[in-house]
């Protein structure tokens, strides 16, 4: 089923990045790396990146008009419903990798809103380790999860420091609020990148 939602994803891309809609990109991409802080293309996480770029472009920028590049598609390609509600509620937070438990399923804990997720069994290997922290979306679609491209991970020494700040987010119940703390973690983690030889608890700092 991954497989599904890839595709879609792949042709969303496709079909949203050139074109009339190539001006859009350019703007969302200016908009995105002024937030979360500009990375070399040389750079080991340029990849990473550019996917956690490609979810948020797909699922959170909005055209000039206010719509999501996410609800376009949909529109355009009547995409069955039970995909289409799938595609339009995933699940961006900041995760954790807790184990793969004795079925052999990767369970991750949603620090931001404090739940557990347990990944399909087929799910390919997500490239991290027990207690890795990271942002990225989970998409439920048939009852099971899957876990996106978009993976931004973080440092696991300041795991109590955004355990905190994501209590506080949740009080807020606001959409807005999450992903401007999401964002604000890769904004971080880049500067973490950049500035390697400052503890990273002198990065994460939240007002």
Known sequence: MLDIVHDHLDQ???TYTQGQYFDNLKE??????SITGKFDEDKDEFESRMNCFNDWYIFQYRHPDGSKVIE?????????EELSQSLLNVNHSLFEFSKVN????IVLKDILHDEKIVLVKSHPN???M???????RVVKFKGEYYLLRGVCTLP???KSILKKESKRVRKMNSFDEELKFLLTLENYKTKSTHY????PSKIFIFS
């Open 156 to 158: 696991s020494s300041v």
């Open 126 to 128: 997500i490239g991290l």
């Open 102 to 105: 004795f079925r052999k399923q």
């Open 28 to 33: 969302a991409k200016e908009k995105y790396f």
């Open 72 to 80: 376009d598609y949909i529109r355009s390609n009547q995409i069955e």
């Open 12 to 14: 969303v891309l496709s």
């Open 196 to 199: 390697s030889h400052i503890d």
């Open 130 to 136: 027990e207690n890795d922290l990271f942002t990225g």
